[in-house]
Structure formats: C-alpha cells, structure tokens
C-alpha cells in the first residue's frame, strides 16, 4: 500500500520537483564508481536547492555515497534566468564541462517540426507509430551518414 501524503509531508515545491528528482536518482545509481556528476536542467538553479533534503526525506529515494553533483543551466535557458543564475549555473564557467550547451533534447525535438502537422488529426497511437518511424529514419541516416567520415 502506498503512504498517504501525510506520512510523506510533501510541499507544494517537494511535488512539482518529485518526477525528476526520480529520474535524478534512477539515473545516478546505473553509475557505481562515479565520484562526480554535471546536471544540466532548465531549472536546475531552483531544483537543486533542496534536492538532497528532499531526497534524505524520502524512503524512496537514494544517491551513492560520496557523490558530488553540479547542478548547471543550458546555454538557452540561462538567459531566461536572473542574472545572478548566470555565474553559478553557466556551463562556461564549469570545469570539465567542456563546451556543451546543455540542450540536446531541444535540437532533437526540433526536427519534428516537419511532421507536427500532420499528426494533429492522427489518433494517440498512430501519431506516436509516425513519430517513432520519423525519429528512428533520422536515426538510420544519422548511423548511414557517419559511416562516411
């Protein structure tokens, strides 16, 4: 039986934050022998806040020993945020973050433009048959075409 959301004193910020503080954890515990984790998330300068209290509340939830995560904003949405966000969340200013802009789902999402159209009148299953097959043909040409370099 699951607890009743008095026996988890869950927030109103603690329920908006739940889903991805799950996937946070579900992810990071896949990677036993990391010392070191970059987190890039569009409102990463607000999550991060209380995440380990949010996570040491919870039964549910655990992160390994020893585990130092850097919260960072992508390069897009950094400049949506206060200026303060700017020098704690910026990806130029991380070490080891190299040069990535932290919005990759974004591009990929991009492509789907072309097709969006013409799903709006499909039904649930057959707009998602037609994304699946769109996405995994970019796929095919993306593995086609990176044979050639």
Request: with cysteine; aromatic share 14%; charged share 20%.
């Amino acid at each position: 039986m699951l607890p009743s959301d008095k026996e988890l004193q869950w927030t109103d910020s603690a329920v908006r934050q739940m889903n991805i503080d799950y996937s946070v954890c579900q992810a990071l515990s896949y990677t036993d022998a990391t010392e070191f984790a970059l987190l890039i998330y569009d409102i990463c300068c607000q999550w991060s806040l209380h995440f380990t209290e949010r996570v040491s509340k919870s039964k549910f939830l655990s992160l390994c020993e020893g585990i130092n995560i850097t919260p960072a904003v992508g390069k897009f949405h950094l400049g949506a945020h206060i200026k303060e966000c700017f020098f704690l969340f910026s990806l130029n200013f991380m070490e080891g973050s190299g040069q990535v802009d932290g919005e990759v789902m974004e591009t990929l999402w991009a492509v789907l433009n072309k097709v969006s159209g013409m799903t709006r009148a499909m039904s649930g299953y057959h707009r998602q048959e037609m994304l699946d097959d769109y996405m995994n043909d970019g796929n095919w040409k993306k593995f086609v075409w990176s044979s050639k370099f």
